[in-house]
């Protein structure tokens, strides 16, 4: 499309914007054209039409079925456009001008640009009728609408009842049926009935309306039409504009009202301005444009003559016209540039100031009757570059390659000081006005793209202008790019311009992750380096300032996440090992404890460098990292970790009834959390740091008996498949190791609590009581009958009153059954029955998870066998008093829970439980000062353990209960000897098991 096309295009679907809303149009048409019907088979048609040659038309028409279910005299017949044709070539302009007012009317195009009417058929209408195109049949896809001709034919009723979202309009065509003409138009989602004709015949031509670019999606009567339009045109431009075959790249629109630059905002737009702004805004937002509003002074300049008074002579020749944006901002109300001077203003008006008196006029007399004349118009305007701001960019741009052919030439290097001023006095001007503002409306500064900013750093460096750098430096982009920062950073070695240090701190990136903050003194310590290596400079100082910051950065910043962990681990090669270890580490570890993937993440990095061999973190080194996090980490490991996805925006949509909400998302348990663990422990193996691994896995087994049973399937069995294969692929020897301990623990856990016993069923039909606050006769009734383990079935009769009593006591107690049967009119049989419906849904479930469980073990191959070594048997075969004891022993292979009966299965311990020990008889001292291995290993063990349990000895066959610090156990602190070895620990009790 040639640009003038196109610009005249976008104006018109801005200065025609329908806001109307219109979906039919109708209109009468006198003394139109006769079109000169003549059929295929059947000679000419004569208009008014006659009831001769209406009976041709039946004879050679097909009937159209009725869709009614009654059956009437009166019916409808069509042709299609093969079986007749319009002979008068005075009919196809009559109906172009019909098209085009329907264009209009609709809000489709005012002049009918893309728009065409298609014959579909012609209709002798005696009784009921419907329009458009038929269900199934196929059709242009560009049809929006119907277009209904009613040629002259006398008749009485068939009126047109049209509805769409709520409103219904009703029209007559047969007022002027005789002689005159009348046309109807609908969009093709309009609901519309045509009555029956109560005498006389209708001949009606109809019309399928198309566009010829745009779909019946986008033209429909609850269609934006001009958004549709301007949808395609800017499709056009940006296509234009991607192949480089535009002919120009932003546009200038002039709006009807002029707003003082005080009152420049999107909000105080009037109304037809804001359609038009509104309209820009939405296409611009899906085309990738950018839109801004603009306080705009025009100069034209020219010659003129032959009047005799100067002020009120009229211009023959222009000869100059100067454009300037004064002030442009954003939508948002920020001012994005002043004084921008248009060299092509590209006005979508070819001549917008044609016939408009200017806001100003000035004169220069040339000679005797003849003039230079000024004219000055003062207007508001939407500004729309193909992307933002271009012309500021392409001023550098221009400036610098012209600076670089010419470096003597002092003008194109002022132009870019002067853009450097214009954007420092810009930020400037923002931050004021930020100040003003209370802390929560202050918004970041965003007056000049990121982009711009770093080309105007560059532009400076390459002027190696540090005075003008020291000046635009309030500028300074929170995030700036590494080579911007080299740059900066060599140019300030040149000049020796140590001062401007601080002012590299951004507040905005200063107040972020210690990752962006790290990031951001690593750039610059690169440059430094580079350009003291270059210039033979001292570079201490410089990294001395940078060695300062990175040490406040672990201070200030914030250590969330894993690009925050792996920092940190770059951070610990820059500084000796001591200050690591001793200052900088301990206080972010005890502060960051809880983020566990960004500690995670630092020891990975760390493990991955001291395996890598680099020399700057050695394994020592990494086993000392290690063991400091380890012991503030552990705590906070848990394999239950869940993503919570964020919540649903509900879009705010217009409606007379209440929607609920929708609910958010379900969370979902964190892969890479029990991956990141797996990891863990196989580094802590692989720096054979034995006790701090055994700490580890103690800390993810010790929710075994708190976790939900579902979080078996969903954490703990993909963190043990996923450890397994790489304790496989890694040939880690499990014999006396702590991962077999671990999955025998682990799988244990899995069959006690999530598999767990099979349901019995009830021995006979004995069941609990209830209690009644009435104290009720027929309570106690029905009390006797549960008791009882034989009678399955009572009866009551009772009143309606004493039947809903009961009902709800038997509710309460739940597996009973009742039916209420009329016995008389005012009262009734209430049975009752014992039901084991709670046994059978118990063990079906139980076979579910059975069934699982076993699925669960297959999955892990016969490598299962070599993990859990002599518990193999008894794991996957589901024995549950062996896992019971397996879980009763712990870690460390001692027993720190009471052990259970078959027939007294072991109470699940929980934190904060009351423990109950078990009465064991005692075992009598006897005599003896040898120390044995046995009771070093309770000393070990009880120191291991928390302050609350039970140490078993698996030689002496002994069990010691030790008090805890709140010595809510019973306190014994008479030391004690076992047969042949030393003392046992102070507060030990000795009890052998039987």
Known sequence: MANDDLKASILECLTTLDVSGNWTIFGLELNP?????????????????????????????????????????????????????????????????????????????????????????????????????????????????????????????????????????????????????????????????????????????????????????????????????????????????????????????????????????????????????????????????????????????????????????????????????????????????????????????????????????????????????????????????????????????????EFHQKPEDEEPRNAVLQICAMAVRQTKEWNKNQASLPPKERKPNLVIPQETVERIFTAIIELDDIETLREVLVIWPARPSNDMLAKVSAIIVRHDSLDLLPMLRSDSAWNEAFASRFGVLSALRKGFHEETERTLKTEEPYQTWISSETKKATVCGTFMTREDGVALAQMCRLFPSGEILNDILPPIIKSKAQYTCMLMSFLDAIFTSALAGDGTIDTNFARSIFMIVVQDLSPYLRLDVFIVPPKPVDVPKKSYSWKAPTPPPPPTIDSQNYIDIANLVLQFHGLELHCQLSQVLQQLSSRLGVISKNYYSTAYMPFLQNLSSRLEEGQVPLEGSPFRRFFQLVLSGYVFYYVSYEPQAPRNQTRQTIPCPHSCKDCDRLNSWLQSPTEIVIQFPLTPSKIEHITRQCTALGDLKTEKQRRLTSSFNLIVRKDDSSYKNAHLAWAERSSLAMDRFREFGEYLNALLGDKYMDITRFNLLEAQNIISRGMNGVTTLPLGTPDAPLQHYLPGMPFQPPQLPQLPQVGGDTQSPAVQQSSLAISNQSQQGWVHLPDFSTVFNYSDAKRTLPQLTKPRKLPGSGFVPSGAEIIELD
């Not at 009606?204 to 395609?232: C, F, P």
């Not at 118009?377 to 960019?393: D, G, L, Q, V």
């Open 33 to 401: 054209p006769n079109p000169g019907l003549r059929l295929n088979n059947g000679g000419g048609i004569g208009l008014p039409l006659s009831d001769r040659d209406a009976k041709a038309l039946i004879a050679v028409s097909r009937q159209v079925p009725s869709g009614k279910e009654r059956d009437t005299e009166r019916k409808t017949w069509e042709l299609s456009p093969t079986d007749f044709e319009i002979t008068n070539p005075a009919f196809a302009p009559f109906l172009r001008d019909i098209v085009k007012k329907v264009s209009a009317g609709l809000g489709v195009d005012a002049v009918g640009k893309g728009v065409r009417a298609e014959l579909h058929r012609l209709l002798l209408c005696d009784g009921e009728a419907q329009f458009g195109p038929e269900e199934g049949s196929e059709t242009d896809p560009g049809v929006f609408a119907t277009l209904v001709v009613s040629l002259p034919t006398e008749n009485e009723g068939g009126e047109f009842r049209l509805s769409h979202a709520g409103e219904t309009k009703v029209f007559e065509t047969s007022t002027a049926s005789s002689f005159d003409s009348s046309y109807l138009a609908w969009f093709s989602d309009v609901a519309h009935e045509v009555g029956e004709t109560t005498s006389g015949h209708r001949l009606l031509l109809t019309y399928n309306i198309i566009h010829e670019t745009l779909s019946t999606n986008e033209l429909a009567a609850g269609s934006n039409k001009s958004l549709a339009k301007l949808r395609k045109l800017f499709a056009l431009w940006k296509s234009e504009i991607d192949s480089g075959d535009h002919e120009f790249a932003h546009f200038n629109h002039l709006l009807s009202e002029y707003y003082a630059p005080r009152n420049l905002a999107f909000d105080a737009l009037k109304e037809k301005d804001l359609a038009a702004v509104s309209v820009l805004r939405q296409i611009c937002d899906e085309a990738g444009f950018s839109l801004y509003l603009a306080d705009m002074k025009t100069s034209v300049k020219g010659t003129g003559g032959g009047g005799q008074n100067p002020w009120d002579q009229e211009m023959d020749d222009i000869e100059e016209t100067r454009t300037t944006l004064e002030k442009v901002i954003d939508l948002e109300g920020r001012v994005v540039a002043e004084k921008l001077a248009v060299d092509e203003p590209q006005f979508l008006d070819e001549d917008p100031f044609t016939g408009k008196e200017p806001d100003h006029r000035d004169h220069e007399e040339i000679d005797y009757d003849s003039y230079m004349l000024e004219y000055l118009y003062h207007n508001t305007a939407s500004f729309t570059p193909s992307s933002p701001m271009p012309k500021f960019m392409e001023w550098i741009e221009t400036c610098m390659a």
